[in-house]
């Protein structure tokens, strides 16, 4: 069955850095767009950003984390990645790795992993 599986959350340091990793199975992973989306508290999930299908040339990436974030995927590890710089206290979440069969809409979700940024 499909399965998605994040790593690599933790608290880190206003300013700091954290890699977040999602392996996936039971599909194949190049054929599908995949997203990252989080969760802060009492507030509704919100996108972060998107890598198309195949070798990853179309990213898109909400205006909040632009330049500060990077979205990558390795189709030969069936990983996923989100690099993520110079974080703020307002990027603490939960982030899920998803799916993606159209422009926002995602049909598998992991389990996701905390992120909390404080000093």
Do not use: H
């Amino acid at each position: 069955q499909v399965q998605l599986v994040e790593s690599g959350g933790g608290l880190v340091q206003p300013g700091g850095s954290l890699r977040l990793s999602c392996t996936v199975s039971g599909f194949t992973f190049s054929s599908y767009g995949m997203a990252w989306v989080r969760r802060s508290p009492g507030k509704e999930f919100e996108w972060v950003s998107d890598i198309n299908a195949g070798g990853g040339e179309v990213i898109l990436y909400k205006a909040s984390v632009r330049g500060r974030f990077t979205i990558s995927r390795d189709n030969a590890r069936n990983t996923l990645y989100l690099e993520m710089n110079s974080l703020t206290p307002e990027d603490t979440a939960v982030y899920y790795c998803v799916r993606e069969v159209n422009w926002l809409t995602f049909d598998s979700w992991g389990q996701g992993t905390q992120v909390t940024v404080s000093s």
